[in-house]
């Protein structure tokens, strides 16, 4: 069965400003994005989606997931015209307090494949936390495998204990500073032994579980939460905020698939909007002290009892969480629809799918 895809029109200006800002020629691009995420797409179809022509919108997230990779964040709607919008006239704008919230925001995450053990540092470095997954059944029977000092016996279940092991070590060690600073001394090469022993492990872990047919995914997700941080970055910065702060959490997924990314989708109760509103409405907004004056029970009681009273989750509902490789048209769009070949493709598959 066919399914048939409604094409969207490109906004080409912007998607060419993004090549030409990253020092790209059209070929560049091409063969990074082959080589970074394993897609391809033709030149000719490059061309016509920089020309303007209607594309079909697995081609603009492809274009998303490649500057995304480079921490350069876009959504579909940047990169589509919609010309069928109409305007609204004497429109009356609400009042902000008359505004509604939304109960839930929707937010999505691209995670991609993991490679090697760099792929898991970079991530570990930039953020504060970590949160596994596993959408499958994790094999507990052993498998025979190899190594190069010989044939070894073990289970997908085992690998995967390791590998969460080896990720939670290293997380707590980056976030000792004095761990950091004594790897960077010359006589503190166990050090440096160390950690090759943890990329070479984890690189024959992650093949064996790639040979069983499991991948594991990973990214970086922001997420919103109530805390207190420096009102100022400098190091005699003695002023500190209770307010909404974005979090880094690393995201981990174990899947048993053979795609070079997968979505994460989060239906977000206690997104920033939210928080925000919830801040000013029970006046904890003004929460701003000194070092000494947060050391008070009574002003963190009374932030405790805030909490509680609204019944604040600071984690990820894992019971909202949900993976697929699906591409959205629009962010308005975000209830999904499958991706396809249309027919006028069909009829061009080999234009369409070229080497370049």
Same mark, same amino acid.
């Given at each position: ?5 409604? =094409? ?9 400003? $993004? ?25 000719? #179809? ?8 209607? *594309? ?56 991609? +494949? ?8 970079? $991530?570990? #470095?930039?953020?504060?936390?970590? +949160?596994?997954?596993?959408? $499958? ?10 190594? @190069?000092?010989? *044939?070894?016996?073990?289970?997908? +279940? ?26 960077? +001394? ?42 207190? @941080? ?16 974005? =979090? *880094? ?9 053979? @795609? ?32 000494? @004056? ?26 909202? *969480? ?20 249309? $027919? ?13």
């Amino acid at each position: 069965m066919i399914q048939i895809v409604k =094409k969207k029109k490109p906004n080409s200006k912007k998607i060419k400003q $993004l090549r030409e800002t990253n020092n790209l020629s059209q070929e560049d691009f091409l063969s990074r994005m082959k080589e970074d995420l394993g897609y391809t797409m033709s030149r000719r #179809t490059y061309q016509r989606i920089e020309k303007g022509d209607d *594309v079909q919108p697995k081609y603009l997230d492809y274009i998303i997931k490649f500057y995304d990779k480079k921490n350069i964040k876009l959504n579909i709607d940047e990169l589509v015209l919609d010309n069928n919008k109409k305007k609204i006239v004497n429109k009356k704008t609400k009042s902000p307090a008359e505004k509604i919230i939304q109960t839930y925001d929707y937010q999505k995450v691209y995670l991609y +494949k993991v490679n090697h053990f760099e792929d898991v540092s970079k $991530l570990i #470095t930039k953020s504060s936390r970590r +949160k596994f997954f596993y959408p $499958l059944t994790i094999n507990s029977s052993n498998i025979t495998s190899w190594r @190069e000092l010989g *044939v070894i016996y073990t289970s997908e +279940k085992d690998v995967v204990k390791r590998m969460v092991s080896m990720i939670g070590d290293f997380g707590k060690k980056h976030l000792n500073n004095k761990n950091q600073i004594a790897r960077e +001394k010359y006589d503190n090469a166990d050090l440096e032994f160390d950690l090759i022993d943890i990329v070479s492990d984890f690189g024959e872990f992650l093949k064996f579980l790639n040979s069983q047919g499991v991948n594991l995914y990973a990214a970086n997700f922001n997420l919103a939460q109530f805390g207190v @941080e420096a009102v100022d970055p400098h190091p005699y910065n003695d002023l500190f905020k209770y307010g909404v702060y974005d =979090k *880094v959490i690393t995201i981990f997924c174990f899947k048993r698939d053979n @795609e070079q990314d997968l979505n994460f989708n989060y239906e977000n109760f206690w997104h920033r909007e939210k928080l925000e509103q919830l801040l000013k409405k029970h006046k904890m907004d003004n929460f701003e002290k000194n070092q000494f @004056e947060w050391g008070d029970p009574e002003i963190n009681d009374e932030i405790q009892a805030f909490e509680e009273s609204i019944k604040y989750f600071d984690g990820i509902d894992t019971s909202k *969480v949900t993976f697929d490789h699906r591409v959205p048209f629009t962010n308005d769009d975000f209830g999904y629809e499958p991706d396809g070949r249309d $027919l006028a493709e069909m009829n061009n598959y080999k234009d369409e799918d070229e080497s370049f």
